[in-house]
């Protein structure tokens, strides 16, 4: 059994674009370089992403990452 990793507010908004998105993940991971494994655990809350991979991530959905204040 895998265990389902916590809320994030980075996290969140990302994996929601993930999920929602209509790209397939071959092509999506082709066009930010992100390997389609690590898009699949992350889409399925199995693992979270190293920070230069979510900002790619958001990059590539029009999000931008900023500090919290």
Same mark, same amino acid.
Not at 1 to 26: C, E, G, I, W
Not at 27 to 34: E, F, P, R, Y
Not at 36 to 63: H, P, Q
């Given at each position: 059994?895998?265990?389902?990793?916590?809320?994030?507010? %980075?996290?969140?908004?990302?994996?929601?674009?993930?999920?929602?998105?209509? *790209?397939? %993940?071959?092509?999506?991971?082709?066009?930010?370089?992100?390997?389609?494994?690590?898009?699949?655990?992350?889409?399925?809350?199995?693992?979270? %992403?190293?920070?230069? *991979?979510?900002?790619?991530?958001?990059?590539?959905?029009?999000?931008?990452? *900023?500090?919290?204040?």
């Amino acid at each position: 059994m895998t265990k389902k990793r916590q809320n994030s507010p %980075l996290t969140d908004p990302l994996r929601k674009a993930l999920v929602q998105s209509k *790209v397939p %993940l071959l092509v999506l991971s082709q066009k930010t370089g992100i390997a389609r494994a690590s898009l699949i655990r992350f889409r399925r809350g199995e693992t979270s %992403l190293r920070l230069d *991979v979510a900002d790619k991530l958001a990059a590539y959905f029009g999000m931008k990452l *900023v500090e919290g204040r």
